[in-house]
């Protein structure tokens, strides 16, 4: 286990593309740390540059104690795991596992007992003399992990590892991945664009937009209290409504209604933000609401319409009777967020 800190890590290719800005962060011991954003935002440029496989235009990367920028990456003491599994289709389950310890001059004995160990922690005790292709994706993917756990590295990275599974198994692998590092207490970093899969595996998340750190925080932190108009839009499925509205003599103005007091807020054009299900249909509400879509999700609805003339959605459970047109609706005044609407930073 060890430490990871980045000091102003930038990357530049030769073409003049800054692929990440100056970027800061650092990973405690044992911590299991998400970046996420959409494509191309630089998180996997990130990661192969912790991993070594992406050199480092300028800052400092350090993992324990030991500054690793022009270490090659089998000596940084990683284990990477990928999206395409990247097992040997000629191998068995075994020797897939073990492959890595046997390049490294391991002995037999200690392979067997290595890989028999991470067999029974995956599951894969009855599968360790198939090959890959005799196997599903969910199993294919835990090879890939096995073939990390035993390395006993310092440092986990995960790079978009359940991109190629089904929504069922994406579900089941995000529950063993995170039980497994935290059996281990192994410090990892997990690449991702699915919200979900970072709201739910991170014990801190950092949000990536265009190369830059939008926000670091807890997975609480990052969905109640964004940093900005990309972070609230970003995380949350659906994502925290936004509006544009105007603070007028301490309140803020939405539909020619008052969603809540705003002293010290200044004055004129903001962004208003609210989640979905901090709103709930009220025949005596102070705001209206157009219905055009109820959207059965089985445990909740969500409806999704207009307000101000402005696209709107609102989660409710499945008790709650809603159909297509006009309604009332109050706002959770504390859960009210206010954005810049030049910047898109948080008031």
Request: glycine share 8%; charged share 25%; proline share 5%.
């Amino acid at each position: 286990m060890a430490q990871m800190s980045l000091n102003n890590i930038r990357k530049v290719y030769p073409n003049g593309f800054e692929a990440v800005t100056p970027t800061s962060f650092s990973i405690e011991d044992g911590e299991f740390l998400v970046l996420v954003g959409p494509s191309g935002c630089g998180k996997s440029t990130l990661l192969r540059m912790i991993a070594g496989l992406e050199d480092i235009t300028e800052g400092e990367l350090r993992i324990g104690d030991r500054v690793v920028n022009h270490v090659d990456p089998a000596d940084r003491d990683i284990a990477m795991v990928f999206q395409n599994y990247a097992l040997y289709p000629h191998m068995t389950v075994r020797k897939n596992i073990g492959y890595g310890l046997k390049n490294r001059k391991i002995a037999a004995d200690v392979i067997e007992q290595k890989v028999q160990e991470a067999a029974k922690m995956l599951n894969l005790t009855d599968y360790l003399d198939r090959k890959p292709s005799q196997l599903s994706g969910g199993q294919r993917q835990r090879v890939a992990m096995g073939r990390a756990v035993v390395r006993d590295p310092a440092l986990f990275l995960f790079d978009e590892p359940l991109s190629n599974l089904d929504a069922k198994l994406r579900h089941q692998m995000r529950i063993e991945i995170k039980a497994l590092q935290r059996r281990l207490g192994v410090t990892s970093v997990y690449v991702t664009h699915d919200q979900v899969e970072a709201m739910t595996m991170a014990d801190k998340i950092i949000v990536l937009n265009a190369g830059k750190i939008e926000q670091i925080g807890t997975p609480y932190e990052i969905y109640h209290h964004p940093a900005s108009t990309f972070v609230a839009s970003f995380m949350g499925a659906p994502p925290m409504n936004l509006l544009d509205a105007r603070i007028e003599q301490g309140q803020v103005m939405v539909n020619g209604g008052t969603a809540l007091a705003a002293s010290g807020a200044g004055q004129g054009a903001i962004t208003m933000g609210i989640r979905p299900e901090d709103v709930s249909l009220d025949a005596q509400g102070a705001v209206a609401f157009d219905i055009d879509i109820v959207e059965e999700l089985g445990a909740h609805r969500l409806l999704h319409g207009r307000l101000a003339d402005q696209d709107f959605t609102i989660h409710v459970d499945k008790e709650t009777q809603a159909a297509p047109g006009p309604a009332r609706i109050s706002l959770k005044q504390d859960a009210i967020r206010l954005f810049d609407p030049q910047t898109g930073r948080a008031l």
